[in-house]
């Protein structure tokens, strides 16, 4: 139980949020800057996919590093470092002549989405189980930095160029680096600690709930949730341009229509499973996209009237399935939600690098467009299945601990 004010935690997921919502602008910042990379290089396809891809994968890799960290360090020391350590990587960025240097310049960039784990067990801590749903959802709303990205970025790289734009983000989130440092205060669980001068716990203790097939039952979910709403938000439009002859501005408007709305739509999911519970979330999430996926998922493919309300649903429930993982998280492993949501947030975060290579994979192999939604249909199942068959297994055993 928490022993802040509402005030207090208020505070501390506001800025959280906001620091947030920069390292996801700085994450993707190469999805627009590379653009320019790629002609100033002349890099071939699968060059600018890895270069555009080295963030994500290594941001998703190191979440479980930084969320182990945050449950022994605490959140605002970890969350400030992470932050000065992304920026400096994306700064040095544009002193960068070749390839090999970008890529490692990557590698640093990437620290910024493994924020992530470090903001979830920071915001946890102010909020209790009644509450933690939804603050964690409207953490997550950070992720509409991306749309910020995309939408500003374009413009000052063509005044500017990428080198200078890449500058002045790394810039911004040392700026939100040292705001957040100043203006933050060490969460109760952390604040406890140093008073008491309490020993670190072994690093054996922070990772032993690793080992339980809930968590990465749990990991399954978000592979889906997040990963496969990233793949979607990615492959959308190239899906729209080949299939519906879309042009290129309006394959963007609909990509960008689909992932806006339902980054904010994950905050109303942490409300309804601090409301309903997350179970219930989580089986309505999972039914409703099975049926969405299966529709889509027709060989033939459907009418674009029929297209684009069933993908924006799928996206809707998607959202809030995001938020309903993560209020599993501190309810059931409290004391180790860094190291448990690092490595769901990491499983996630994979899904959103693989998946899209995946499907250019079976488009390719098959001539099938629609074989992205086979692979959607699949994992919802899969993880449908695996939920229900766990849960009825748990309330036989203990009634109240199935999840």
Request: with cysteine; net charge positive.
């Amino acid at each position: 139980m928490t022993t802040t004010s509402p005030r207090e935690s208020r505070h501390a997921l506001s800025l959280s949020t906001f620091a947030f919502t920069i390292c996801f602008a700085v994450w993707t910042i190469f999805s627009i800057i590379g653009i320019q990379i790629k002609q100033q290089l002349d890099l071939t396809e699968t060059q600018f996919g890895l270069l555009v891809g080295m963030p994500i994968l290594t941001g998703s890799l190191v979440r479980i590093v930084l969320g182990v960290l945050t449950d022994r360090l605490g959140g605002r020391v970890v969350y400030a470092m992470t932050m000065l350590a992304a920026a400096l990587a994306t700064f040095l960025l544009g002193w960068a002549t070749t390839y090999p240097q970008m890529l490692l310049a990557a590698l640093g960039v990437g620290l910024a989405g493994g924020s992530f784990a470090v903001g979830v067990a920071y915001v946890s801590r102010f909020f209790d189980g009644t509450r933690q749903g939804t603050a964690l959802g409207i953490f997550g709303v950070g992720n509409v930095g991306a749309a910020l990205t995309k939408f500003v970025a374009p413009f000052v790289m063509v005044a500017v160029g990428w080198q200078a734009t890449a500058q002045i983000w790394a810039a911004a989130l040392a700026v939100t680096a040292a705001l957040f440092w100043f203006l933050s205060k060490d969460d109760p669980v952390t604040a406890a600690r140093h008073s008491e001068k309490a020993p670190l716990r072994s690093l054996k203790a922070e990772l032993a709930p690793l080992k339980n097939l809930q968590v990465w039952r749990f990991s399954a979910y978000y592979f889906f949730s997040f990963g496969g709403f990233v793949a979607l938000a990615l492959w959308l439009p190239h899906y729209l341009i080949g299939v519906y002859g879309f042009d290129v501005k309006t394959a963007g408007m609909v990509g960008a229509a689909y992932s806006i709305p339902a980054s904010i739509f994950r905050a109303y999911g942490g409300v309804l499973s601090d409301r309903l519970g997350a179970r219930v979330v989580m089986y309505w999430t999972l039914v409703v996209s099975a049926v969405a996926a299966a529709i889509l998922a027709i060989p033939a493919g459907v009418p674009v009237t029929a297209f684009l309300p069933v993908i924006f649903v799928l996206g809707f429930f998607m959202s809030l399935g995001k938020a309903a993982v993560y209020k599993h998280i501190p309810t059931y492993y409290p004391g180790n939600v860094g190291a448990v949501g690092g490595l769901v947030g990491m499983i996630g975060g994979l899904g959103g690098f693989v998946l899209p290579l995946l499907f250019g994979w079976l488009k390719q192999e098959t001539g099938l467009w629609s074989t992205c939604f086979m692979v959607i249909l699949a994992l919802v199942v899969g993880c449908l299945i695996w939920m229900h068959a766990s849960i009825r297994r748990m309330d036989r055993a203990t009634p109240l601990q199935a999840a």
